[in-house]
């Protein structure tokens, strides 16, 4: 069966640090692999998705990246975080654009 | 570009009486559409979707949605909730895109149900 790792569950990092949250997905192959942040009021915003190896689309502009160094590894990154990129982390893979996405158990963030 | 929208933040009802929770969506092609319910603190579950053919579809736990091309809606509704429905839904569209397909999700309605 497939399943999703993603960690860690929380994360406090002072303004200016840098930022590494790393998401695996077992039990599949070539998954299109997504990162979400989910904050009150705004639903699940969808930041990155990539549909193979070194392919990453950004749907905000932002201060992070997001990089697939693997198949089914997936990584969001900040070279140097801001107070505004506090939030719940999300990531999700999925196989076809008829069928449900799987979600991580999520990374919730805090910059102070 | 798809989006979506979800036209009501917070809806509170009382156990047993119905509910509409509204979603209208936007996009050049054609789409998949879905609901997703989160409970509080737990992860996101599917409730249904709709792919083709039959404009309503039903869900667990009751729950139906109706899919409306010309209105671009896909609005979620039970005919009597219970206190344990109480969580926040968020309607998707997801649709084909280069080499694979992304999905948009609204900004999610909270639903209290009151005894």
């Known amino acids: 069966s497939q399943t999703i790792h993603q960690w860690p569950a929380t994360l406090v990092q002072p303004v200016g640090s840098p930022l590494s949250l790393e998401c695996t997905v077992e039990?599949?192959?070539?998954?299109?692999l997504y990162w979400y942040r989910q904050a009150a009021g705004r639903g699940l915003q969808l930041l990155f998705y990539?549909?193979?190896?070194?392919?990453i689309s950004s749907e905000v502009p932002q201060n992070l990246s997001a990089s697939r160094p693997q198949d089914r590894q997936f990584i969001l990154s900040s070279k140097k975080l801001l107070l505004s990129d506090s939030g719940f982390y999300l990531c999700?893979?999925?196989?076809?654009?008829?069928?449900?996405?799987?979600f991580g158990s999520g990374t919730q963030l805090s910059v102070l | 570009a798809q989006s979506v929208t979800q036209l009501d933040s917070q809806v509170p009802v009382f156990e047993e009486a119905p509910v509409e929770l509204r979603c209208n969506y936007s996009?050049?092609?054609?789409?998949?559409l879905f609901w997703y319910v989160q409970y509080p603190n737990q992860g996101l579950q599917l409730l249904l979707k709709?792919?083709?053919?039959?404009?309503l579809v039903k869900g667990i736990n009751g729950f139906e949605a109706e899919f409306n091309k010309s209105q671009t809606s896909f609005h979620l509704r039970k005919p009597s909730v219970h206190i344990s429905d109480t969580a926040e839904y968020f309607c998707?569209?997801?649709?084909?895109?280069?080499?694979?397909?992304?999905?948009?999700f609204g900004a999610g309605t909270r639903l209290f149900v009151k005894a």
């Open positions: 998707a569209v997801s649709d084909q895109d280069t080499g694979g397909f992304k999905t948009i």
């Open positions: 990539s549909v193979g190896i070194g392919q």
């Open positions: 039990g599949t192959s070539n998954p299109n």
């Open positions: 709709y792919l083709s053919g039959s404009t």
């Open positions: 996009s050049s092609v054609s789409v998949y």
């Open positions: 999700a893979w999925g196989r076809r654009a008829n069928e449900k996405l799987f």
